[in-house]
Each structure stands twice: as C-alpha cells, then as structure tokens.
C-alpha cells in the first residue's frame, strides 16, 4: 500500500483517535470496468498517440513514444486484463505514470473521475481474483453505485517490466509478482 | 587525513601532467629542436614532481629525483652537453621516474633495483664534470634529510626541526628538564636586514616569546637627521634572554637574517656539562639548521663507482634500502582550488547539456517540419527566424561537444615510451613518428583509446618490425618506423598505426586460422580477409610474450574495445612493406551515424558502423540450403540472410531478396550477415536515446532516437538480430546449415 | 584583520599544500602560477606576505623578486622562498634579490606558519 501511503493528502482523526488518511484517485475506464491508480503517481494525462512498436514484447507493450525527449514505454490495459488488445482511437486516453524511478503510460479508453476517499474505504479483493492472475489490484471501491478497482502500480510495474524470455517459446509477459502464468494472451 | 588524500590525488594528477609534458620536451630534445627553455621546462618538471613527492614521503621517489635533477641542472647550465647519448639516458630515467610515480600512486612496490642502472648512469654521467650527484655523499646532505624526514612525515619534520643541533648546540641532548639558561644576545643589524623587508622589531617580538627578556638600544650609531637614510641600520641591540629552550632557539629567531647582521650569543650561566664546550663561531652555528643536522640514515658503506663489476645490479642502492610509504590509489583527479581561467565541471553535468542540446536539436528540427508547408515569402520572420535559430543550435552542439572533447595527445603520449621499452626488448631499432596529436574526440572515448591502442602498437612492434639484420637484408634501413596519426575525416576521427615492417604472413594466419577451427580448411579467403583474421576470437599471433602491461590479451580485445566505442578497427597489410591498423572512431559517444531503414511499415537506424555494403541480389546470389536456410555469395563468400522483418515480426516487410536490399553488416566476432530490408531511406546522425532508462532491455535494439518528425525510431543491435536470428534456425530442423557455411564463424 | 598571502608555484599540489597550511592559520590566500602571475597579482591586491617557488616558467622566483623590490610599495612586505635546493647557492641567490626568508620543501604546515609569524608584523 506504498502508494496510498504516499498519497495522502490530509490526515484527520476521528472520535474514536482513528487516523484517517484521504486518498486521490484518478478514475478510468477500460471497457464497461472502472479503475483507479493513486493520483500522486500521474504525471500526466495525454490523448493517445501513434507507438513506435518494440520488437518480441508481448502484446500489453504497445510500444514507446517521445514525450519530451524522454523514450516512455506504452502499456495496454485492457490486453493486460486479457482482453483483446484496444483499438485506439484519438478519444482514447495515455496516463503517464511515475513506477518507482521508471516513468510508463497505460493506455484506457478514458478518463472518468477523481476520487477522494478515506484509506479505510478499501477493501481487500477477493481471493479469487488473485489467482486469476490480477495480482496487482490492491483492492476495491465502492463510490455510489460503481466499483472501483485499485491498481497497485508498483506490483504491476515490478523493476523488471519485461521478463526477457531466453529461450525460445517463452514468451515475455508484463511482470507481476504474485502471478506466474501470463495473463497476457 | 582527507586533505591529505586530496592533495595527493593533486599530485598524481600533476604528476600526469607533468610526465606528460616531459615526454614532448625530451623528443624535443632528441630530435635536436629543443634549447634551453626545453631543458628548463625539464628540470621544473623534475623539480616538481620532487618537491611534491618530498611532502608525501614518497622517498625513493624523491631519492631518485635528486640525483636526476643534478643532472638535469648540469645539462640546462651549460654545464654538461645534451649529446645523443644523454638525452638518450634522460629518456630512459624519465621513463624510470615514470614508474616510480605509478609505484607509489598504486601504492606498489617496484623490484629494489629498478632504477639502479639509471641511477648509476645519472651519476657517472655528473661524475665527468667532477659533480658528485649522489644525494649519499657528504657535501650534499639536504636531501637525504629531506628523504629521510619526509619518510617520517610531517611529525618527523616537526621533531627534527625542533631538535637541537648535535654538533652545535652546547646544551644537553635530551634532558627531561631544559635547565633555564641566561643568554647575553648582541645584534647589529646591517642595512641589508631592512632592503630584504626584515624587521628587528619582530625578532624582538619572537625572543620575547622564548622567555624573560630585557633589550637594550644603543643609538649611538644614529646619524643626525638629515644623513638618515630610509633604510638605513643605525641601532645596535643587547638583549638579555632567560630561557629554557636554548640557544639554538634564540639562534633559530634569527634564521633569515644571519648574514645582515653581527649576532653574538653568549650564554652568561652556562651549566657544568656544557661548560667546555665553546660557543662556537656565529657564523658557523647559525648556518640554517637543515643543513647542520647530520642524517641518522647509514649511509650506504660503498657508492656506485666501488662496484667494478659491469653487472649494474652490483651498484649501490641505498636509495631503495626504504620501503616508499604506500599510497592509497585514490581515483580521479583531485579537485583544485585555483584561480584561474579554468574550472573544474562534473562530467555528469557536461553529459547533461548534451543531452540538453540534443533535444534541441530534436525540437529544431519538428519544428522546422511542421513549418515546412508555409510559404518563406509570407513568413519571412519566421522562416528567418528558424534559420538563425539552427544556426544558433549548430554552434551550440559544437561548443558543447568541445567541452568533452581532448586532444588525443594525451593518449599518444604514453607510445614513444611504449616504442622504446618494446624496441629494447626486442632488439629492434624502431622510431615512432606521430602527427595529429592536436585532433580532438571525446572524453570517454580517450579514455579508452589507451588499451586498443598499446595493443596495436605492440603488435607492429613484436610482429611487424623486423629485426635490424633481417631488414638489411631486405634492403630496407635497420631503423623501422612505426607511424601514428589521428586526423578528422567527415564527423569520425581515423587513427592509422602503420609501420614499415613485414606485413602480415598470410600463410602462417590462415594455417593457425584452420588449426584453430576459425576458419573451414577449404574456405577461400581475399587476402584482407585473411589479414582480418587476427581479429577473431582465440586468434593471437604471440609467439612472444612481452612484458608490456597487457600481455596475453589478443586483437579480438581490441577490435571489442573498438566497436563499444562506437567504432571500427581494420587491418591493411602489403606483404614486405608493412601493414596499417585503421580506427575509425565516432567524434562523441552521444550522437551516431545511422543509416535509417524501411523494413514494411517501420523504421529503423542502423548504425554505420557495422555496414559493409548493401546491394540487391541477383536470383543466382541466392542459395538456399537444407531446406531453409538462405545463403547469399558475395565475392567467393557465403553469407547468412536474416530477413528483418521476421525476426522483428514485422507486417508488410518484402520476402524476395532479389526485390529487396541486402544490407552486409559485420558483426564484433567479424561474422557476417546480410541484413535484408525493404529500402534505405539515408543516412542521419541521430542522438542516441536509452531505451532502458524507462523499460528493459530489448533484444535486437541497442537505443532509441527521436527523428524529425517526433517519432521514435529504435536503433538496431546487430548482435543482438543475429543472436534472435541463429535461436530461431535452430528450432528449424537445418542446425547444419550454419556450419556448412564457409563464411568466418567464430564460436557463437 | 586577515592577512593576505600571495603564493606563487607553479605545482598545482604545492599551492593546494600551502592554502591549506595558510587557511588553517587564519590566512587569505591568493595564488599565481609564476613571477608574472605574482607581480600582476601584487598590483591587484594588499598583500601581506608572499610565498614563492624560484623554478617556474615564464618568469622564475628570483626575477619575480627582484622586480617586486623595485616598487617603493612592495620593499616593506617580506618574501619567503620556497626551496628544495641542497645547495646555499639558491638561498643566497634568493637572498640577494630581496627575499626575507625562505622555507624548505617539503614543510610542515605549523613550520610554515611558525615561519611567517617571524617575518610578518
């Protein structure tokens, strides 16, 4: 929960002596789900923009773009989640995130929302989630009537975001700690 | 201790310098160009890298120091001639002092005898014109006290200085208590005292301090008024001392002054021990101290000339009898504190404006793109503006790059001595010629320029360079010439090592070559290629083993070392006339020439480097072996087709060679390889980006770069293409179709 | 107020040696890489006491105090020569373009001090 931690913009305790840390999220959506990574990790927001694809990388790498002088690796969420890869269009939306020193953008249809709510607000995922290979969720949401699920960049962007496969027939996969079969096609 | 490192780190870094400088002085010299200004700048050199060497206690530095400065002295008054045969001798003891500098920065220890037969020459050399140089002998004793004290570091100079004299001093030697003795001092100053900016009234400040005092003026001498001249000495002075720190104490306030004065000491109670013991004369006891105080060292029992044998190892070596006190190797330059018109700059910071101007560059020219469809004449502001701009951006790229940029002289430096070592070891007559020392590259890549570049010298040393005989007998001069230039050609720098020897034995390579296994016995090779083959993996031509630092390592080292520098490295040979090594090195390591490619909808950069040629090929090029495997015949050679396009799994991409561009690169093993693509759109230099900074590493890429247009273009790893390339043959059922191929293939 | 000392060498190590020495006794240090370097130095500045190697190009330690005695402004400031020389014959020489003292090389940072202190008001 390295990232909530950080992001806590306002500490205030309640009655009972409990502290309340307040967390930012920005809110996107992949498809008909609702997501949410910490928003001290964003560093931008950009409309999407033609890849210059990386040769042999799993279909989540879209590929890398200039911004700024800067070579940022694209990743694609929903190919990440299993789903076909996305079909950009200039409506779809680049969030430019901030993993450990590393700087990436992760490619979602669009931006919905920003989220204030206390730390105590989420909750745990279900076991059955983990196992299917979507480890890097830290937990859920739940604003209103929508649920929200958090991405825990960090476990999504382990130091070594591709596991160059030697051997042949390996394919490399977008690196998640706690999976070790590919969610990626 | 830490200045204390830090001024060390000074002095080696001076000491660089200043060998340096020394090795262009003495070929100076020895080419007959130098005067003496040469010689002076020589001896300063000496004298320096002495005095600095002295204050760290590095004694047999110092030591050997000494007595090459005398001669030096000798030289730069006239006193002996520089003939051939002693510059020749002060080559070689630079050469020496050179290895001591290196012993005591690595803290290492060299053989004790190791400048002994310098040292004896150096001395004999001043012994023909009646100079004793050996810092032994009696007459000259300062500096093995200097040796001496600096080997105990400043607490030993700070005990011997305050150590009463022996020999002079009337007082006990080391009673626990200094007895209080009373001392009459008389003084008269002279005219001088006041011309050399001395001042009595601080020398009665300083005795004040030595004990109870009571001073007396006598102004009888004072002339009326108007004959007093400014400066002149007038006042005689009595002082009376009651001190516990002797006499040489009261002597010492008057160090500098002794000779512009009558001083006069008298102890007025002296104690019974000393009682017989005269005062001696002034003007001997207050001789400055140094020089009084008799060494405790032993001196060597026999100097040099006792040793009648011709076996130089038999001469004295007092000199290394002690240890140099060991020096931590301290990295890096020292940072100095000067005032002057140069600062010292991290070199990360430098790196940072290049790549600060690289992105100018980069936004320069999108811009210049995205403006492109307007018309000049209805935006002449701009347009002009645009123009100034890259103008600006031009001499600011050069003025930056020059800021990593050094003369190579730095590196050529060290070969004269490099020649001369390997001429002597090899029985050989060799001169170096060198010409475009001034030819500037980048930092780093000097930097590592220095190991290629002692290997290659050694290798025209040991192979190319004939014996004396053996070239008079070709009719060639006994002396061979080896000759090293650097010159910028078209945005690379090309360094070219040639010497007049033999050439290279094609027969004896391409035997060793197939012994080896490098080479298919039944390969046809061009005679460069045969020439080439010294630089594959497991080939090496040394039969000898030299003891030049780097010894065992092979020309596959150099031709690596090279190529991570961004540059190339071939041989040239004319069988009888000698052969030429030629580097071609970029001019920094931040900007590449690429060749940009079409391989279906993508681009890359091919670096220019590792391009043969490129050529479309006719359908009878093409082999096609054990079912898949392509071959292309080029000039007698088979060379493995690697279609890119599939290997990067790219749609679009052309499949019929003879429709499509083969471009033959070479790969660090000297394999290679034809790179097949759709077309060459041209050249471009390219600032090169990493990849890694934000993902891993990517196999078949090396970096990324941004064009014109914004857009990244990867940069190809060519190793890497073939490392994908042979992985994915051999899931192929043809593994034997690679090793058929009669074309260099080094272990993969 | 802080005394100034000029020292002129033309080793980088030996000038890093003596501003290190002359800081740690509370002095301002200001350095010149030879005799021409000095006398520019001298003209620019109030300097207490000068410190001078005698071997350096351009203009050696002797000119360079033989040139600085020659203003009326500088003949009172006492001039120290840095020496490694085993002969007397350069202290001599020294001593008769003008300088005050000398100190031997390589020095003790308290000797160096200790040895201004008597040639410095």
């Known amino acids: 929960m390295a990232s909530a931690e950080r992001a806590a913009g306002a500490t205030a305790t309640d009655h009972a002596g409990r502290s309340l840390r307040t967390v930012q999220l920005v809110s996107f959506t992949v498809g008909n789900e609702e997501y949410g990574v910490d928003i001290m990790a964003v560093r931008e927001i950009r409309a999407w923009s033609e890849t210059t694809p990386l040769p042999n990388t799993p279909e989540v790498v879209r590929g890398v773009i200039n911004m700024r002088g800067a070579i940022v690796p694209i990743f694609d969420l929903r190919a990440r989640f299993g789903m076909p890869r996305t079909e950009p269009t200039k409506y779809n939306v680049v969030i430019i995130v901030s993993v450990a020193s590393r700087i990436v953008g992760i490619l979602v249809d669009a931006v919905s929302d920003i989220i204030t709510i206390n730390e105590d607000e989420i909750r745990p995922m279900p076991n059955m989630e983990q196992v299917s290979g979507l480890g890097f969720m830290e937990g859920l949401i739940t604003v209103g009537e929508r649920m929200v699920g958090l991405i825990g960049l960090e476990r999504m962007f382990s130091s070594r975001m591709l596991e160059a496969a030697d051997s042949a027939g390996n394919k490399p996969m977008l690196a998640g700690p706690s999976e070790s079969t590919g969610a990626a096609a | 201790m830490d200045d204390l490192a830090q001024f060390k780190q000074t002095f080696f870094a001076e000491c660089e310098e200043l060998l340096g400088d020394l090795e262009g002085h003495l070929m100076a010299l020895q080419s007959g160009e130098g005067d003496n200004n040469t010689l002076n700048a020589v001896f300063r050199a000496i004298h320096s890298i002495k005095g600095g060497a002295g204050a760290f206690g590095f004694d047999r530095l110092v030591a050997f120091a000494h007595i090459f400065e005398t001669v030096l002295d000798l030289m730069r008054d006239g006193r002996l001639e520089p003939t051939p045969d002693s510059v020749l001798l002060v080559l070689h003891c630079a050469d020496i002092l050179s290895d001591l500098v290196k012993a005591a920065q690595n803290g290492t220890e060299l053989p004790a005898d190791h400048e002994n037969e310098g040292r004896k020459s150096l001395i004999d050399l001043a012994a023909t014109v009646g100079v004793n140089a050996d810092p032994h002998a009696a007459d000259d004793e300062l500096a093995a006290l200097d040796a001496q004290l600096a080997a105990g570091g400043p607490d030993a100079l700070m005990e011997a200085a305050a150590a009463p004299e022996p020999a002079a001093a009337p007082e006990p030697a080391a009673p626990a208590k200094a007895p209080m003795l009373k001392f009459l001092v008389k003084f008269t100053p002279r005219d001088a005292l006041y011309q050399r900016a001395n001042e009595p009234l601080i020398l009665i400040r300083e005795l004040k301090e030595l004990g109870s005092f009571l001073a007396k003026a006598d102004a009888e001498g004072v002339p009326p008024l108007d004959q007093i001249q400014p400066e002149g000495a007038y006042i005689k002075w009595e002082f009376e001392i009651e001190t516990d720190k002797g006499e040489q104490a009261i002597r010492d306030v008057f160090e500098f002054v002794i000779d512009d004065c009558e001083l006069e000491v008298t102890c007025l109670n002296p104690p019974a021990a000393a009682a017989e013991a005269p005062a001696q004369p002034a003007a001997d006891a207050a001789a400055p101290k140094p020089e009084a105080v008799t060494p405790a060292a032993p001196k060597p029992a026999t100097p040099a000339p006792a040793a009648a044998k011709a076996d130089p190892h038999a001469a004295g070596d007092g000199a290394t009898a002690k240890p140099a006190a060991a020096a931590k190797p301290e990295g890096g330059a020292g940072g100095e504190t000067k005032a002057v018109r140069s600062i010292r700059v991290d070199l990360d910071r430098v790196d940072k404006l290049v790549n600060m101007v690289g992105e100018l560059v980069i936004t320069h020219a999108m811009i210049a793109q995205q403006t492109e469809h307007l018309h000049a004449d209805q935006h002449p502001e701009l347009a002009n503006g645009l123009a100034e701009l890259s103008h600006h951006i031009r001499d600011l790229q050069e003025s930056v790059m020059a800021m990593r940029a050094q003369p190579v002289k730095s590196v050529f430096a060290r070969l004269p001595r490099l020649v001369r070592e390997l001429a002597m070891m090899t029985n050989k007559k060799i001169r170096l010629d060198m010409s475009g020392e001034n030819t500037e590259i980048d930092k780093t890549v000097i930097e590592q320029l220095g190991d290629p570049l002692t290997h290659m010298i050694r290798n025209s040393c040991d192979h190319g360079i004939e014996n004396p005989d053996d070239r008079v007998a070709v009719g060639k001069p006994p002396e061979g010439v080896i000759h090293v230039s650097a010159d910028q050609r078209g945005g690379r720098i090309v360094i070219e090592i040639t010497d007049d020897g033999r050439g290279i034995n094609r027969e004896k390579v391409m035997r060793k070559a197939i012994e080896k296994k490098l080479v298919a016995p039944d390969a046809t090779l061009s005679n460069e290629e045969i020439d080439n083959l010294i630089f594959l993996p497991g080939f090496s031509t040394a039969d000898t083993v030299s003891n030049i630092s780097g010894r065992g390592v092979g020309m596959d080292v150099v031709r690596q070392n090279i190529q991570s520098l961004g540059g190339r490295v071939h041989i040239q040979s004319r069988p009888g006339q000698g052969s030429s090594f030629i580097l071609t090195l970029p001019l920094t390591l931040a900007v590449l020439d690429g060749m940009v490619l079409k391989v279906g909808i993508q681009s890359y950069i091919l670096p220019l480097a590792n391009i043969v040629e490129s050529l479309r090929p006719e359908p009878d090029q093409i082999n096609i072996v054990a079912n898949q495997s392509e071959l292309l015949r080029i000039r007698g050679e088979y060379v493995p087709l690697v279609y890119l396009h599939r290997i990067f799994k790219v749609p679009g991409g052309i499949d019929d060679p003879t429709k499509a561009l083969v471009i033959i690169v070479e790969l660090e093993d000297s394999s290679k390889m034809g790179l097949v693509v759709d077309e060459i759109i041209g050249q471009q230099q390219v600032v090169i980006k990493s990849l890694e900074e934000n993902f891993d590493p990517i196999r078949g890429v090396g970096a990324a770069t941004i064009l014109g247009n914004g857009r990244v273009s990867l940069i190809l790893d060519v190793a890497g293409i073939k490392h994908i390339a042979e992985n994915e043959s051999q899931q192929r059922p043809s593994p034997q179709a690679r090793l058929a191929a009669p074309a260099l293939q080094a272990s993969a | ?121």
């Open chain 3, 1 to 121: 107020m802080t005394k100034r000392v000029l020292t002129v060498d033309d080793s980088k190590t030996m000038l890093q040696m003596l501003q290190f020495a002359l800081k740690q006794g509370g002095f301002e240090v200001i350095q010149g890489e030879n005799g021409q370097e000095g006398l520019d130095l001298l003209e620019a500045n109030d300097i207490d006491v000068i410190i001078t190697d005698i071997n350096m190009p351009v203009m050696d330690g002797i000119t360079f105090i033989k040139e600085l005695r020659k203003k009326p402004k500088n003949k009172a400031i006492p001039v120290l020569i840095l020496t490694t020389e085993s002969s007397q014959s350069k202290k001599e020489e020294g001593r008769s373009a003008g300088a005050t003292g000398w100190i031997v090389k390589p020095f003790d940072p308290g000797k160096l001090l200790e040895v201004i202190r008597k040639v410095s008001p």
